[in-house]
């Protein structure tokens, strides 16, 4: 079998969880956790119900050296967690940012989860960026306490179109600079 090693993509250590790179092992927990509809609608990107390949497409592309965002797993597995806990991911913008994005398993709900998996990512900041945003639909306000959590503050009102929902949903966003 053949490990592939994501460039450029350092794994990142907590006392809770390691933030590792994505691998093609990893495809059939975050299949059944993306296609979940209360996952997928909290996010801009994922279709409900999942279209057949669209898991193995998603892991190919963040895995490949020209990627536009690094992608990790939440990997809970050395404090007895998950192998597949949740997915959080920096995409690259001009000007030294990025934007972060994540979801979490609900096994994984309520747990402070998200807020920790941000915060090391914040921390280890592995693009060096300058600044950070996030954004969060504004029907999911959990998802704004985890970035306010993280030192992110609120910029603005904006919208996102929704795949799942079909629609535009109205949005939160922040930024964090670093």
Request: aromatic residues 8%.
């Amino acid at each position: 079998m053949e490990m592939k090693t994501i460039s450029g993509q350092p794994t990142i250590e907590t006392d809770r969880f390691v933030l590792r790179p994505i691998r093609k092992s990893d495809m059939g927990l975050i299949e059944l956790y993306a296609a979940d509809k209360r996952v997928a609608t909290m996010t801009t990107s994922i279709p409900h119900p999942l279209p057949p390949g669209m898991i193995e497409a998603f892991v190919t592309r963040a895995m490949q050296d020209d990627r536009d965002s690094d992608v990790w797993i939440i990997d809970g597995l050395k404090t007895g967690g998950g192998e597949v806990m949740g997915v959080i991911g920096l995409e690259r913008m001009d000007r030294n940012q990025s934007e972060v994005a994540y979801w979490v398993a609900p096994p994984y709900w309520n747990t402070g989860l998200a807020s920790d998996a941000v915060q090391a990512l914040v921390e280890a900041n592995p693009m060096g960026n300058a600044t950070m945003f996030g954004s969060v639909f504004q029907d999911n306000p959990a998802s704004a306490r985890v970035l306010t959590h993280c030192g992110f503050e609120y910029l603005g009102d904006a919208e996102a179109f929704c795949v799942a929902r079909d629609t535009p949903v109205p949005t939160w966003t922040y930024s964090r600079n670093l």
